[in-house]
C-alpha cells in the first residue's frame, strides 16, 4: 500500500511550497530539463510544475497560473496547484466517488511523488501516487520533433495493494 505519509516527505503547507512566484522570481525553482529544437523545458521537482520557454520569442507557457499564491479565482488553492485531476469509481459499490482527487493535495502534500530525468535528455516522468486507491500515474513531459508533449503513460498506471478503486476519469 502507498503510505499515505513517507518517512521522509517535505513538509509542505499551502504557502510555503516554492510555487506561484513572478516568472523573474522563478530561477530558483526550475531546473532545466530539455533543450532541444528551438525550446527550454523547465521542471519544478518540489511540485510537478513545470514551463515550456521558446527561445526564439522569449514567450513562456507555465502549466500552472504564475501569481496562483495571490489569485482571486472562484476555485480551491489545491486545484490550481495541481496538474493531474482525477476521478475514480468505487468497485464493491459500483459507483463513481463524489470527490475529484489532483496530483497536488493528493499526492505531492502526502510524500507519493517521484520523477526521473529521461534518459535522452528529452523532458521528465513524474510518477504520482495516490493513497486513497493505491496507484501510481505516470505523467511524461518532452520535447518531440520541435514541440511540447504532455502524455499521461496509460501502460506504466501501476497498482500497488488492493482498494476498491478504479481510475474513471484523468
Not at 510555487?19 to 529544437?37: I, R, S, T, W, Y
Not at 496538474?83 to 468497485?91: A, D, G, P, R, Y
Request: proline share 5%; net charge negative; glycine share 8%.
Amino acid at each position: 500500500d502507498i503510505a499515505y505519509e513517507k518517512e521522509n516527505a517535505i513538509d509542505i503547507i499551502d504557502d510555503a511550497i516554492k510555487a506561484g512566484k513572478a516568472p523573474e522570481e522563478d530561477l530558483e525553482a526550475f531546473e532545466l530539463v530539455a533543450d532541444k529544437d528551438g525550446l527550454e523545458l523547465w521542471t519544478n521537482f518540489t511540485n510537478g510544475e513545470i514551463k515550456v520557454v521558446e527561445k526564439d520569442t522569449g514567450n513562456i507557457w507555465y502549466s500552472n497560473p504564475v501569481d496562483r499564491a495571490n489569485a482571486k479565482l472562484p476555485v480551491r488553492k489545491p486545484m490550481i496547484n495541481a496538474q493531474l485531476h482525477v476521478k475514480f469509481f468505487n468497485i464493491e459499490k459500483k459507483e463513481p466517488v463524489d470527490q475529484e482527487f489532483n496530483n497536488y493535495g493528493d499526492s505531492i502534500l502526502k510524500g507519493c511523488m517521484e520523477y526521473e530525468k529521461l534518459a535522452d535528455g528529452s523532458g521528465v516522468k513524474f510518477k504520482f501516487g495516490f493513497p486513497i486507491a493505491n496507484v501510481y500515474i505516470p505523467v511524461q513531459y518532452s520535447i518531440v520533433d520541435g514541440a511540447f508533449q504532455a502524455e499521461i503513460v496509460t501502460e506504466e498506471i501501476e497498482g500497488v495493494g488492493t482498494y476498491p478503486y478504479a481510475i474513471l476519469d484523468i
